[in-house]
C-alpha cells in the first residue's frame, strides 16, 4: 500500500528556515519521480521542485530556486525538502507527490507560515 506522510511544517518569520521531510512506504523513492508542490489559500497548486531517479536530477520553481532543495534518503526511504530564506509568499500547504507532474498520489500535506 503506497503511502506518504508529509512533517516538518511549522510557523517561521521571513528569513527562516524549514526541512520538510516526507516518510514513503510501499513503494521506493530510489527508484521513483517525486515532487514537492503546495497550496496557498485561494491559488492553484504549484509544482515547487522535483527529483528524478535515472542520475538524481533536480527542477525548481523560479518562485524557489536558490532557496529551496530537493534530496531523498534511499536508505530511510524518505524525500527532503530544505527551505531556506523563507518569503510570506512561500505560505502554503505543502504537499510530496509520486512522480514530477504534480498530480499524483500524495500524502496529507504538512502547514508552512512565513508571517512575522
Known amino acids: 500500500q503506497v503511502q506518504l506522510v508529509e512533517s516538518g511544517g511549522g510557523s517561521v518569520q521571513p528569513g527562516g528556515s524549514l526541512t520538510l521531510s516526507c516518510e514513503a512506504s510501499?513503494?521506493?523513492?530510489?527508484?521513483?519521480?517525486m515532487s514537492w508542490v503546495r497550496q496557498a489559500p485561494g491559488k492553484e497548486v504549484e509544482r515547487v521542485s522535483y527529483?528524478?531517479?535515472?542520475?538524481?536530477?533536480?527542477s525548481y520553481a523560479d518562485s524557489v530556486k536558490g532557496r529551496f532543495t530537493i534530496s531523498r534518503n534511499n536508505a530511510k526511504n524518505f524525500l527532503y525538502l530544505e527551505m531556506k530564506d523563507l518569503k510570506q509568499e512561500d505560505t502554503g500547504l505543502y504537499y510530496c507527490?509520486?512522480?514530477?507532474?504534480?498530480?499524483?498520489?500524495r500524502g496529507q500535506g504538512t502547514q508552512v507560515t512565513v508571517s512575522s
Open positions: 507527490v509520486i512522480g514530477t507532474g504534480g498530480n499524483g498520489p
Open positions: 527529483i528524478l531517479t535515472r542520475d538524481g536530477s533536480t
Open positions: 510501499g513503494f521506493h523513492v530510489s527508484n521513483t519521480p
